[in-house]
């Protein structure tokens, strides 16, 4: 906000961030604030203490006028160009869907919806007011996900991906929204699952899932010893229970016969949190060990190979420092607001993530610690 000036000819894109949690605070402000694509006019949040602390620091760093509001209702679409939506999961697509038809831009975070029903829900919004929805997870913009990708293009056919993200404690504000099913939809699936659907969708292509299957279980939610210390480091212990699960094991497969396992965890036994995307073809596979998200419990680098015949190589990637693929997603957000063949993509992208995600629960048995 403070550096915004205008970019290649474009004057900066006037942003609203609603929701100012973890995520707005945390991801989102911070990396608007010094990007020159962008200018925070408003902030919307119904805490008035949230809101007043965070005004107070925004305001003293803000060039422009920065409006407050305690309702999304009340941002007009003359004054802003996009709102980044970042409230809790069972409140996406109702504020997203009224910005929308209001005819305000939107990029929600993920879960973007929590059924198929409330995609429609965005799509119909979408249509009405005339503006777009942007979504979709950072993963994908990773440098070291980036570079797996173009391996996969080298590995003939694609096969199978095996997807997995399991943290060795990172369950999110054990006892508040995150770990209630009627908040959140659902716990590590929708949550870190989503984001693993994301980032395999370049590879395995955009379509529906035609089967999903899986099992969950919450073995660690109720215990607040396992949750993610980055979130609230103050308050680690002081809360606990949920009626989610903290872990997903599902295997699904595309219309076009390729399988993914999905394997998501908040916490587990394992000593860190790590991330694998491995990729089988009819060349060879392709395997990237790293961590995703802000957890500071990670790999210290990351690393990529690639297996054919019988051996195995390494190939050079980067690692980049914590949250780079946040400030790569801003870079992507003003040229994805001109386009207007972006209309329905992320919607579309949502649908199919939802539809699978609904089928997994459904054919999951109730978390066995809930
Ligand atoms: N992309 C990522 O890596 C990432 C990481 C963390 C969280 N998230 C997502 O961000 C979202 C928010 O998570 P969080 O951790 O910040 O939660 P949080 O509980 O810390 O913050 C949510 C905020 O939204 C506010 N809010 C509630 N209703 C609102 C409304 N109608 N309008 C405006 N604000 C409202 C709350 O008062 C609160 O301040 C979640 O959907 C989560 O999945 C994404």
């Not at 707005?24 to 949230?50: K, M, Q, T």
């Amino acid at each position: 906000m403070s550096g915004a000036s205008a970019v290649g000819g474009r004057r900066p894109v006037r942003v609203a961030v609603v929701g100012l949690g973890w995520a707005g605070r945390s991801i989102w402000l911070p990396r608007l604030r010094e990007h020159p694509a962008f200018e925070v006019v408003a902030l919307v949040d119904p805490d008035p203490r949230v809101r007043a602390e965070v005004a107070g620091r925004e305001r003293a760093a803000a060039e422009a006028a920065l409006t407050v509001l305690g309702r999304p209702e009340e941002l007009s679409r003359g004054a802003v160009d996009l709102a980044v939506v970042a409230v809790p999961n069972h409140l996406h697509s109702r504020v997203a869907a009224g910005l929308l038809a209001a005819g305000i831009p939107v990029f929600v975070e993920k879960p973007v919806c929590l059924s198929v029903a409330e995609a429609e829900a965005l799509a119909a919004a979408e249509l009405a007011g005339g503006a777009v929805l942007l979504a979709g997870s950072a993963a994908r913009l990773r440098a070291d996900t980036r570079a797996l990708y173009d391996l996969a293009g080298e590995l003939g056919t694609i096969r199978h991906v095996d997807a997995s993200w399991v943290r060795a404690r990172g369950v999110p504000d054990a006892g508040g929204w995150f770990t209630r099913r009627e908040l959140a939809g659902g716990g590590a699936l929708v949550d870190l699952g989503w984001h693993l659907l994301d980032a395999v969708a370049p590879i395995v292509g955009a379509g529906e899932f035609i089967q999903a299957v899986g099992t969950i279980s919450g073995d660690f939610v109720a215990d607040a010893a396992w949750g993610a210390s980055w979130r609230h480091p103050d308050a680690v212990g002081a809360a606990a229970g949920g009626n989610v699960e903290d872990t997903v094991r599902a295997f699904l497969v595309t219309g076009a016969g390729v399988s993914v396992t999905l394997r998501a965890s908040w916490a587990s036994h394992e000593p860190l949190d790590a991330t694998v995307l491995r990729v089988e073809g009819s060349a060879g596979s392709a395997e990237l060990r790293c961590t995703f998200g802000f957890s500071p419990n990670r790999r210290p680098v990351s690393s990529l190979s690639r297996t054919k015949d019988g051996a195995t190589t390494q190939v050079d990637v980067t690692t980049e420092p914590i949250g780079a693929e946040y400030r790569r997603q801003l870079d992507e957000l003003p040229v994805l607001l001109a386009d207007p063949a972006q209309r329905g993509i992320a919607v579309a992208q949502a649908r199919s993530t939802i539809a699978a995600i609904e089928r997994i629960y459904q054919s999951a048995a109730p978390p066995a610690a809930a």
